[in-house]
């Protein structure tokens, strides 16, 4: 028995590798783990790695800063698994690594709606679906904590 036997992760980012064995470690402690993320291709392959159960893994394809997508994504895991009790908030993409005199409006927007609000829907949406208890996980990137010259 795992420390995670009957509970249900919800992992956003999942096909990753940072998601991926974090999915793997789920499983192992007995979760059902549903996999969020944006390329079909790529949660087909993390799933196929996983190579476990299909009623213990799921795969969602989703836009994690679409509010719609988001609240679809949740309520499908609730609907197979009747809860949520892990919530993984992995999701995130780099950008472009520039001084801010250089760096286009529109990376940071698709930077800051992936990282920031993706989190916050996931938030959102997921801590009424949680009322028996429960973990939230966010991670961050290394920038935040670090600074490059002229960034």
Known sequence: MGILDG?????????????????????????????????????????????????????????????????????????????????FSHAGISGAIKPITEYPEEVFDAVMAINIRGSFLACKYALPQMNDGGSIIITSSIMGVTADPGV
Not at 24 to 29: N, Q
Not at 35 to 64: C, F, H, S, Y
Request: with cysteine; hydrophobic share 40%.
């Open 7 to 87: 509970k249900v992760c919800i992992v956003t980012g999942g096909a990753g590798s940072i998601g991926l064995a974090s999915a793997s470690l789920f499983l192992k402690e007995g979760a059902r783990v549903m996999l969020v993320g944006r390329n079909e291709e790529n949660l087909a392959r993390a799933a196929k790695t996983l190579n476990t159960k299909p009623d213990l893994l799921g795969t969602i394809k989703a836009n994690v800063a679409d509010t719609q997508e988001t609240q679809k994504y949740i309520n499908q895991t609730v609907a197979r698994w009747g809860k949520i009790d892990v919530f």
